[in-house]
């Protein structure tokens, strides 16, 4: 197998995005109609808005070579739906950190496909890329979340039963 931790570092970066890929999008055409709307109300033409001590930017001002973005406050009248927002984002920003820490606590350890493939809960199966396939296909040789088994990883083997629900209906939401 590849270099082990880089390799496991790509699956677990490629599970989070095809997992959060659509809600990403939903917070990301958030932000960009506050940043429009917020451009209407102070008749300008900001790429991004300062919320706290947080600057988030239009989806598309990163395709716009060797232009520098710039940003403003919010406008007053969108305090209350910015707030919303960046509450959302906190919210889905933390999810994402633990289910990427769950997934590499999971993968860690393993020094093949077919104990990645063994050692994710069957629903992220369908993330992994095609190179999985075969092993997703044959009968487990290891239990779900064995590298977790292991006596002194008892506190992350609990973290990862209180985090599967939440993994669950994400991988629900990612197939509406």
């Known amino acids: 197998m590849k270099n082990n931790s880089t390799h496991q570092m790509n699956v677990a970066t490629r599970i989070i995005e095809c997992l959060f890929a659509r809600d990403i999008k939903r917070v990301n055409e958030i932000a960009d109609s506050l940043i429009e709307r917020n451009n209407e109300i102070k008749g300008t033409k ?5 919320l706290g001590n947080s600057t988030y930017w239009h989806s598309q001002s ?3 070579p ?5 940003r403003t406050t919010i406008a007053f009248e969108l305090t209350k739906e910015s707030q919303q927002f960046q509450d959302e984002q906190g919210h889905l920003g933390n999810h994402i950190r633990r289910i990427y820490q769950t997934i590499t606590q999971l993968i860690e350890g393993t020094s093949t496909d077919k104990e990645i493939v063994d050692a994710l809960p069957n629903c992220l199966h369908q993330f992994l890329d095609s190179n999985f396939r075969e092993h997703i296909h044959t009968p487990r040789m290891k239990e779900e979340a064995w590298t977790l088994k292991g006596e002194e990883s008892k506190r992350q083997y ?11 209906s994400y991988v629900a939401m990612s197939m509406m």
Not at 158 to 168: A, C, D, M, N, T
Request: hydrophobic share 35%; net charge positive.
């Open 46 to 50: 900001y790429d991004g808005f300062i």
């Open 62 to 64: 990163h395709n716009l």
């Open 66 to 70: 060797n232009v520098k973005r710039t």
């Open 158 to 168: 609990r973290q990862y039963q209180k985090i599967l629900p939440v993994i669950h």
